[in-house]
């Protein structure tokens, strides 16, 4: 199979789910799209098991199992559960592109904990990226009105950290076992059983799952998030990441675009917002190559 078109399908599935949760917000909470969304994409991810070898937990070692959990923990609990409040705090346009910011905090980690180094190029990358994040910022800024604006957007900087820890782990673990279902569905699983336990200590009583139109929504989008990053892991195997990275990263470019036509009456975005999206893409692009 192409590593291509499945970055691109990837990138289209990454690029459709912030649209599908803002769908669903509309009448409904983040706490609860996170819930729906883990729950449809977990069912989908297991009963997909069969098409890729099955689940192969046998061949599972402690190390690798760790890193494969805390891969789980940063990308589907915390990086979702930010991500999706971003959706609801700033729109689905500006908070997918501040989630595909993740590479530059993944970069910087990188040059601490695996001891890479940053040439000239990935510097002014990391610079594009700032400064496309910073222009969305400050729109988001000027249509907060009376707000504070660091109450909109503190919280969505954590998207971004989060996400970009996420491939650390990953990497490690799979350096350890090259089995890229099996790390998915053991980091996915172990997320879902941790944030079930904290659900219902801490959550239950936040969450209202009877408006059946928003479940859908979250159900599509938990399903859209899955397929999008077993594509993502499969497309690595296929060809380089220098060339499947910049395709997955446009996604922010395919939310911008249907924010802009689906979500015209609900989010509000103009030039600066596609400059600032442009930018970071860019960015990314760059600091992958």
């Avoid at 979702?80 to 989630?99: D, H, N, P, Q």
């Avoid at 296929?238 to 924010?259: N, Q």
């Amino acid at each position: 199979m192409d590593g291509k078109l499945l970055a691109l399908a990837s990138s289209v599935c990454f690029g459709i789910n912030p649209i599908l949760i803002k769908r669903g917000l509309k009448n409904s909470s983040s706490n609860t799209a996170v819930v729906v969304s883990l729950i449809s994409g977990w069912i989908v991810l297991t009963l997909s098991a069969p098409v890729f070898g099955g689940f192969q937990l046998d061949k599972l070692t402690v190390d690798a199992t760790i890193f494969f959990v805390l891969s789980g923990v940063f990308g589907v609990i915390l990086g979702r559960v930010t991500f999706y409040w971003t959706i609801e705090k700033l729109g689905s346009s500006r908070a997918s592109t501040v989630k595909n910011s993740a590479p530059v905090i993944t970069t910087v980690l990188a040059v601490f904990v695996l001891n890479e180094s940053l040439d000239l190029l990935r510097w002014g990358a990391i610079g594009l990226v700032t400064a496309g994040l910073m222009l969305i910022g400050r729109d988001a800024n000027t249509q907060a009105k009376n707000r504070i604006v660091w109450y909109r957007v503190a919280p969505a900087v954590l998207t971004p950290l989060f996400y970009g820890m996420r491939p650390l782990f990953s990497k490690m673990g799979l350096n350890l076992l090259p089995l890229p279902f099996t790390a998915s569905f053991v980091g996915y699983s172990a997320a879902v059983l941790i944030y079930a336990c904290y659900f219902w200590i801490k959550e239950r009583d936040y969450v209202d799952i009877s408006n059946v139109r928003s479940g859908v929504w979250f159900g599509l989008g938990g399903i859209l998030q899955v397929v999008g990053l077993v594509a993502l892991y499969f497309a690595y195997e296929h060809s380089d990441i220098s060339v499947v990275y910049p395709i997955s990263a446009s996604a922010p470019l395919v939310t911008f675009l249907l924010s802009y036509t689906i979500l015209r009456n609900v989010e509000k975005l103009n030039l600066m917002d596609l400059i600032g999206t442009t930018a970071v893409v860019a960015g990314v692009i760059m600091l992958l190559n």
